[in-house]
Every structure is written in C-alpha cells, then in structure tokens.
C-alpha cells in the first residue's frame, strides 16, 4: 500500500455497461423524521440534514408528521399540473428533434418539486428558478402558449428573440429571469428577501440550483449572506444526481449531503424526498413559515433524479447507465402521487387516461398556436431592430447608428 | 500528415503533450470520463489516467485558482472552461492573481497555465454561448491571447501555449471545429478535409506564439482578422474581387506588429473584421497601432467590421454576425478614390 498521499477521484457508481447501484443512498422510511417547531434553532435540529423527509410510504398513504392534509382537489390539481408539466416536456423535445427549435432541456423525473414548492408558496413570493424549473410556470397559470413562443424566438416570444429556448421569465408572476450562467441567482434571491425585510412586507424569495452548480462561489455567497442577516428566503438544492456526465460527487455530495452545507453557516438543512409531492410539500410549507415570521432562510435538498439527458445537446448513454432511471429507488413522482390519489379513492386509470388525452390535446393545441405566430424559418419574424433595444433604458446615440446601418444593410 | 478537424487537432495536442511531459495535467467540468461537451479531450482520461486529466466540480473560479497553485508547484495545467461565457467567475483568479504572480514577486514565482476555451456565435447559442471576450483579456497585462482559425495552428499553437511559461488565455472558435465557415449560413456545412489547414502532422510541432499569418497576399488592401473572420474575409475578397492582403493576427498577444505594419505600408488600406462586439474591441488596438506605424501610407481611413455593441442574440444570429456582405461593404468603403 503507498503510503504517499494520493487524490481521491470521485466515481459514480456505476458507468454505461455496469449495473445501476443506489445503494450510497440513504433513505428513511416514510413517516419518521420529526417535525420540529419552525422556531427551532439550526443547532437543534442538525439531525433533518442527513435523515429524509419522507411522506408517502409504498402502499401509498401519507403518513408522518410531515403531512400537509392537502384536500383530494389539490391533489388533483397537482397531479394535473405534473402530468401536463410532463406531456409538455415530451412534445418540446421531439418539437426539437423536428427541427423546429434549437434547444430544450426537460424536467422530467424531478417535476414534482416545482409543482409541490410553486402549489406551497404564496402568490406574493418570489421565484429565482434554474433553468429546469419549468412546473414553477405550469403552477403560476403562465399560458403554455407563451413558454412555446419563447422557444421558437417568434413574435411573441416574451424575450424578443434574445434568449435560447427556455429561458423564460414573468415579472408578474414572480418569476425572475433565467441566466445562462449558473447559480447567479441563488444570492440574488438572498438580495431579494433582504429587500422584502428592509422595506416590511411579508413576501419571501424561493430559488432553486442544481447539485453540480452548487460548486460555484454564488452558492457560498448565498449562505453566508442569508446566513448574516437572516434573509427571508428558502434555498433549494435539486439534487438530481447529474451534472450533465459527472456525478454529484464532484460537487461534494459523496461527503456529506448537500442540506448539510447550510449547517456550517447556521442554517438549517432539510433533506426531502424530491419526488415525493407531500413531503416537498410540507417541509415548504415549514421554510415559508420559518421565513415569513421571521426565523430566517433554510436550505433544502430535494433528493431527485434527472430522468432525461441533460439537454437536447447531450447524450447521457455515454456517461450513466441507460437503466438508471428505472432502478432510481424513489420512483416516479407522478406515478407516487396518482397512486395516492387511487389509494384515496380520489382517481383512477380511467379518470387518468382521460386526463392523459385531454393534456394531450392541449399541448398540441397550444403548439398549432404557437407556430402560428412564426418560427425561426418560417412565418412572421420578429423585426431585427428589437436586438438594439432594452441594451439601456434608453438608447445611446451609437446604438442608434448601427441599428441605422443595420437597416440599411437590409433594405 | 493526417487530415483532422480542429476537435481532433486540439486533442492530438493534448495528447502529445501529455506524453512527452509528466507536468501537463488537464483540468476542466466534463473533460475527463465524458471527454468534454465538444469531445476535444475524447480519450485521454482513459490514456493517462484520474491523476493527469481530472473532471473538476462547475467552479470557474476554483479552476483557475487550483490551476494556479498547481502551475506554482511544477505542473503545467491545461484547464478548459467550456464555454468563454463562463470564464467571469474566474476573472479576478486570471487578472490579479494568474497574470500579474511573475510580476509581483519579482519573478520568483510564476504559474504556466493554459487557459482553453471555446468562443464565438454562429450556434444559435444565444447570449450564454456565443460571446467573444477576447479584447477583455487583452487589456490585461501579463496573459498571453491567442485564437486559431484552423486545426493546424491550432495543434501548432496550442502545443507552443502549453510548453510557454507565461499564461495563455486559448479561445477556440467553436463555429469552425468541425469545418471552414465562411459566414454563409445557408451554404451546406463544409469539412476540414476540404481544406489545406485540415492536413496536420501527427507528431509533435509548434507554431510560435507572437507571429501572424499572411493568409492571402494582396495589393489593395490589408485585412486584419482572426479566428473564424478569416474564412468569412477570405469570401468576402472573392466576392467584391479584391486583391486583399489577409492576415490572420493569431496571436494578439504578443502581436506582431511588423507583420502588420509592413503589409499596410504596402497597400495603403486596412480593414479590421472581428466577430467580438466593437467598442473597445481588439480591432481599437489594432486601428491605433496602424495609425501609429503606418498614418503616412495611409490612403483611406481605417474601418472595422465588428458585431454590434449588444448581446448575441438568438433569434438575430445572422443579422448580428459580422458577415460577407458586411465585410465586402467595408472594403469597398476603403477602395473609394479620396
Ligand atoms: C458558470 C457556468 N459554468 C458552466 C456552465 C455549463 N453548464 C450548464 S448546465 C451545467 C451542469 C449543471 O448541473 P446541475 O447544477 O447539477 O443542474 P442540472 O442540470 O442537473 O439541473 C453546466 C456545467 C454554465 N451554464 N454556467
Ligand atoms: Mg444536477
């Protein structure tokens, strides 16, 4: 054995070839991890960092402390919202493959998060997403028309043609706009809360990060700034195990949990089962209380899996095994939450097909509308003197001059 | 000679380098088990092992600085940021610390770090993936910039970037990895193989840092460009049939001023294409230098084509990229009789 010291390389347990192995998971079993006060001190509760939150046990009924007693109709809702959160996904991707788009990156696996975190907080809070947060639109009501015509840069593409697909954004829904640049935003919803605080309202700020991109200096920022000030916000790590091909140990996940980075700055970290939509739920529900009364910011992990490749550019069977997401030990979140509903006697496999189809529908419906209002190759375009807009508030003469010969070029 | 394209010129590179000196190391997000998103280290985490070409966590900053102290303790860090519009997280590691290590300690510690990463536009990749912060890098002193236009300089280059003991900020112009782009998006995609650029030798050779290359010779006037505005200006020659003089600044810093200067005192002419935008862009150093060396012989007043002063857009990509027809109206503009 040498002696000498040598690096310790992370690994994924297992590559393309290898059989999928979650055995590094730990798992609580539904029902356990204790509800503390939402006045609890961070030290006394150290212990929801490493347990999981777990509400939904596997003959389907939610049990534990956890459990938000959400009426049968919200749940419905949430289903619904899932589903065509899901279905969406789908025809973005192939609406992609076809050409019609030039990127798109899905959410599916872990959309239970958005939904149950979106359905958990108040109208009033505000949304600082990460680029797969698309259910956060689905549950604000943001028409699905509007998400599409961002993807095709079209004439009604809320960003005017300067984002790439997905990067959408609605002021009035309180949702902030997507950066391409990872984690910008983490600390950003820190400023946000903070300035709810400074000025009296009741409003929090929420944001969401991936596993791999907590890794970025942004990250630490956030902590410490919440931490210092006791901002109102709730930090969410969707840690879906992939940071496109590296595992999320290569962000430090292999040491310790990520819920476990807030303890270091005295913030308490919940671990959650993120595919179970009462626990998302209910330890939501317990971080916006904690926040808006005043206790101050805590981080969440939501322990998920990314289901799809990491975006269209990206072919994961080169990295993980292709049987990953079948063997995942925490299942489908939609699957666990029409299980519910049917052990409720609140669903069933018809009212679902039906669902099914009627979404279906819709999307496609909402798609024929969409291109009807251009698409990068064909119909109406946007004008190209929209790209020298919104640089400044208002237009500096330079830009005006090459707008001017741009103009000219063109005619 | 072997043909490849740029991708595999870079990972030949790489490769070779790895061999021949136990100090190259490879750092970067995805580069190891994966091979990097546009493949360019493919293969050479299998060949040389975890400890010579390491996946890092999505830290640029952290890149940057582990870069350092590993080029202060004897290695030579090879480390990728895999998009140029990711590199600001590591700005304050490149222009406090990489940059200016030689300078504070009076030359007693330095760290000889090669900084690779894809830039340009003509991807539809929209704000996040097409920037060209090139002239960013060029107003600090104390880094060395380079930016190829083909697999062989950049083999060449990069090889020379490696073995340099300063540090070299490597931006490679994604749009051209895979083939010549001559600013026509509507032409079908061409392969390097249809080029001369594209045959590479297999084995170890360099293209020294601080020189230029004279892409074309000419008599009208002199074109001043890099990356991948060499092929959209060779186009653009053709098609307003004039008899440019191209030359492809390769490195800007060091520049070769004297390439530069003596090809302008010959034609009298000058136009400066770049992709990045143009306020304070490169092509401002390079019109001062010209007017500072050459304002006697100058028969026409300089002009630039740049991309417009805001961000890349994704819906307007050929409307903001810098094309022929751009081009051709600048050289035409210099061609008037005074
Ligand atoms: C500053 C910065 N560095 C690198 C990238 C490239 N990039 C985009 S997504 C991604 C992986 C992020 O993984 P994770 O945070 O786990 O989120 P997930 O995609 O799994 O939702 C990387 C490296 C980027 N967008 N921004
Ligand atoms: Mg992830």
Redesign the interface.
């Known amino acids: 054995m040498n002696s000498k010291s040598r690096l310790h390389i992370p690994h994924p347990p297992a590559r393309p070839g290898e059989k999928p192995d979650f055995s590094y998971l730990q798992i609580s079993p539904a029902g356990v991890v204790a509800r503390p006060d939402v006045n609890a001190h961070a030290r006394d509760i150290e212990s929801l960092a490493y347990d999981m939150v777990r509400v939904l046990d596997d003959d389907h009924s939610a049990i534990g402390p956890w459990h938000p007693h959400l009426d049968p109709q919200d749940l419905q809702v949430a289903l619904r919202h899932i589903m065509l959160t899901r279905i969406f996904d789908d025809r973005m991707l192939r609406n992609q493959r076809q050409g019609k788009t030039t990127f798109y990156m899905k959410s599916t696996g872990e959309e239970a998060v958005s939904i149950a975190q979106c359905m958990a907080l108040e109208p009033g809070d505000m949304c600082f997403p990460s680029y797969r947060n698309q259910g956060l639109y689905v549950a604000r009501g943001r028409s699905l028309v509007d998400l599409m015509c961002q993807c095709l840069s079209n004439t009604r593409d809320m960003c005017k043609g300067r984002q790439m697909p997905i990067m959408y954004h609605w002021r009035e829904g309180r949702i902030f706009s997507i950066s391409g640049n990872l984690t910008t935003q983490v600390p950003q919803a820190v400023g946000w809360a903070m300035a709810a605080a400074i000025k009296g309202e009741d409003d929090i700020a929420a944001t969401w990060v991936g596993d791999g991109s907590t890794a970025e200096p942004d990250f630490h920022h956030a902590l410490t700034f919440a931490s210092v000030y006791q901002a109102p916000v709730l930090i969410n790590v969707v840690n879906n195990q992939w940071a496109i091909s590296t595992f999320q140990a290569f962000a430090g996940g292999e040491r310790r949990p990520f819920a476990a980075r807030g303890l270091g700055y005295g913030i308490p970290g919940i671990r959650v089962d993120g595919n179970d939509f009462l626990a998302v739920y209910g330890v939501t529900r317990w971080a916006a209380e904690r926040a808006r009364k005043g206790y101050g910011p805590t981080l969440v992990e939501h322990v998920t899996y990314r289901a799809s490749g990491h975006s269209t550019s990206d072919d994961p069977s080169r990295y993980r095994p292709k049987e990953e997401w079948d063997d995942w030990p925490l299942g489908d979140p939609l699957e666990r939450l029409k299980q519910h509903l049917i052990a409720l006697g609140e669903w069933s496999e018809d009212r679902h097909e039906t669902l099914n189809e009627e979404l279906e529908k819709h999307v496609m419906d909402c798609w024929k509308e969409a291109m009807s209002y251009g698409t990068l190759t064909d119909g109406p375009k946007l004008d190209p003197d929209e790209m020298f807009e919104d640089v400044f508030a208002e237009m500096p003469e330079h830009l005006k001059k090459q707008r001017a010969h741009l103009k000219k070029l063109r005619s | 000679m072997a043909n490849m394209n740029m991708i595999q010129a870079l990972n030949s590179a790489m490769d070779i380098m790895l061999a021949r000196d136990p100090a190259v190391v490879i750092m970067g997000?995805?580069v190891g088990?994966?091979g990097g998103?546009f493949r360019c280290t493919d293969g050479l985490q299998r060949k040389y092992g975890?400890?010579r070409v390491?996946?890092?966590?999505?830290?640029?900053?952290?890149i940057m600085a582990t870069a350092i102290g590993m080029g202060v303790n004897g290695l030579r860090p090879v480390a990728e940021i895999q998009f140029a519009?990711?590199i600001?997280?590591a700005f304050d590691q490149i222009v406090s610390e990489l940059a200016r290590l030689r300078y504070r300690s009076a030359g007693d510690f330095w760290a000889p770090v090669t900084v690779r990463t894809p830039c340009g536009g003509g991807i539809?990749?929209?704000?996040?993936?097409s920037q060209s912060p090139e002239g960013i890098f060029t107003h600090v002193c104390g880094v060395k910039v380079v930016m190829p236009s083909n697999p062989y300089d950049a083999k060449g280059l990069l090889i020379s970037a490696i073995e340099d003991d300063d540090p070299v900020i490597f931006f490679e112009p994604k749009r051209i990895y895979n083939g010549p782009f001559d600013g026509d998006a509507n032409k079908p995609a061409v392969p390097w193989t249809t080029h001369p650029k594209g045959d590479v030798p297999e084995g170890y050779y360099t293209v020294p840092i601080g020189k230029s290359d004279i892409v074309s010779a000419g008599t009208d006037v002199t074109i001043l460009t890099y990356g991948t505005m060499v092929h959209v200006a060779e186009a653009a020659a053709q098609r307003g049939n004039i008899d440019a003089e191209i030359i492809d600044i390769r490195t800007m810093i060091p520049l070769d001023v004297d390439t530069i200067t003596s090809s302008v005192k010959k034609t009298g002419r000058c136009v400066i294409v770049h992709e990045a935008t143009?306020?304070s862009g490169f092509g401002a150093e390079l019109t001062a230098t010209v007017q500072e060396e050459c304002f006697w012989h100058l028969e026409a007043p300089i002009q630039r084509v740049t991309g417009?002063?805001?961000?890349y857009?994704?819906?307007?990509e050929w409307?903001?990229f810098p094309g022929q027809?751009?081009v051709v109206?600048a050289l035409e503009l210099v061609m008037e009789p005074a």
């Open positions: 997000e995805d088990y994966f998103v975890e400890h390491l996946d890092s966590p999505i830290s640029e900053g952290g519009d990711y600001y997280p539809r990749g929209g704000q996040t993936h143009r306020f417009w002063d805001t961000p857009p994704h819906a307007f409307e903001y027809e751009r109206e």
